[in-house]
Nanobody, 119 residues
Framework: QVQLVESGGGLVQPGGSLRLSCAAS????????MGWYRQAPGKQRELVAT???????NYGDSVKGRFTISRDNAENTVHLQMNSLKPEDTAVYYC?????????????WGQGTQVTVSS
């Protein structure tokens, strides 16, 4: 099993910044991909950003140029630096990892952390 612990959500004014972090632990041989997704009320869950073990990144169109994803392979952590936040960034943000483990590869989700952008 793999456990994900997210931190860093909260309330911020438009134009402000937040940094989300997610730490993975448990039966992990290697983490192929780490990422963040978000879900706003009444909407489907959408991609925010992903990062592969080698560092290749992918961003959702709505966050390009404002958000930056990074990871620490030694610590099995992923971070999301969110700048120039907008009210439409308000959502629950979920950490996701795709891991190699004994047996089949696993796909795991965090419990979610609320980000609210409001004045």
């Amino acid at each position: 099993q793999v456990q994900l612990v997210e931190s860093g959500g909260g309330l911020v004014q438009p134009g402000g910044s937040l940094r989300l972090s997610c730490a993975a632990s448990g039966s992990i041989l290697s983490i192929y991909a780490m990422g963040w997704y978000r879900q706003a009320p009444g909407k489907q869950r959408e991609l925010v950003a992903t990062i592969m073990r080698g560092g290749r990144t992918n961003y959702g169109d709505s966050v390009k140029g404002r958000f930056t994803i990074s990871r620490d392979n030694a610590e099995n952590t992923v971070h999301l630096q969110m700048n120039s936040l907008k009210p439409e960034d308000t959502a629950v943000y979920y950490c996701n990892v795709h891991v190699a483990q004994i047996g089949p590869d696993g796909d795991y989700w965090g419990q979610g952390t609320q980000v609210t952008v409001s004045s």
